[in-house]
């Protein structure tokens, strides 16, 4: 029963489900373990866990990310690009910021950055991420101005950002040309 109330939880956060949130629903350490060991669950990360049968999609990547870097984190830079396909970003790597320096280890292609306390991330899909308008301003000077330029139209084109931030994004960026 238990385990039927972790699963439901976690449909609603792409199959993760921490276990902090799990012990709230009345798990313990050892019943995190059993189910790891049956395949239930797979430990993605320190206290981070997804379930086994939640079918993976496009996003998860996204979501497991965020989930690892920890409480408050969020998708930003290229990862917020690629995610909301504004333009062509490397899939293989992701670009998560945090409010704090963290300690844990991540695997090599998490790009973890300290973000100013207080940013408020939006939400999309259940993923906290940089809001566009500032996620393509972050990469100028990282991407090839000709993205950029792609991505602040393509985020004006799906009503992601106004008329006036894309107007201002381009200038931005055709002054790194």
Not at 121 to 136: F, H, L, N, S, T
Not at 171 to 177: A, G, S, T, V, Y
């Amino acid at each position: 029963m238990i385990f039927e109330s972790i699963y439901s939880l976690s449909t609603e956060n792409h199959g993760i489900v921490f276990s902090a949130d799990a012990k709230r629903l009345g798990a313990r350490d050892k019943d995190l373990s059993r189910w790891v060991k049956i395949g239930r669950l797979i430990k993605i990360g320190h206290g981070v866990y997804r379930t086994m049968h939640y079918p993976f999609s496009n996003d998860d990547s996204y979501a497991i990310a965020v989930a690892c870097a920890g409480k408050n984190a969020y998708l930003c830079g290229e990862s917020v690009l690629g995610l909301l396909n504004l333009a062509p970003t490397n899939p293989g790597v992701f670009h998560v910021a945090v409010p704090r320096k963290i300690h844990r280890e991540l695997p090599d292609n998490y790009k973890v950055e300290v973000h100013p306390r207080g940013y408020v991330p939006v939400v999309r899909d259940g993923i906290p991420m940089q809001r566009p308008e500032d996620a393509i301003r972050s990469c100028i000077g990282l991407l090839m101005p000709e993205r950029l330029l792609h991505a602040a139209d393509e985020a004006h084109r799906q009503g992601l950002i106004t008329r006036q931030a894309k107007d201002s994004l381009e200038k931005e960026i055709r002054q790194h040309e």
